[in-house]
């Protein structure tokens, strides 16, 4: 599995910007889970959020 990295956004009086990493199985699945974050953030902070794909982290789980 990887972590998919997304930006969001707000573009409001003061702009806010964090990252969120989402382990998924495939770009597709990753997209689905950045777009579900997105409407909730909205629901959340009643503003517009924009969401911008920024890279994949590779990662090994370590099994002990």
């Known amino acids: 599995m990887k972590q ?3 930006t969001f956004s707000t573009h409001h009086q003061q702009p ?3 990252e969120e990493a989402i ?3 495939g770009m597709m699945d990753a ?7 997105c409407r909730q ?3 959340e902070k ?3 959020i924009r969401v911008q ?3 994949v982290r590779y990662y ?3 099994i002990a």
């Open 4 to 6: 998919y990295i997304f």
């Open 16 to 18: 806010i910007v964090w």
């Open 23 to 25: 382990i998924a199985n």
């Open 31 to 37: 997209c689905i889970k950045a777009k579900k974050l």
């Open 41 to 43: 953030y909205e629901h």
């Open 46 to 48: 009643q503003i517009p």
């Open 53 to 55: 794909y920024k890279g």
């Open 60 to 62: 090994s789980e370590d």
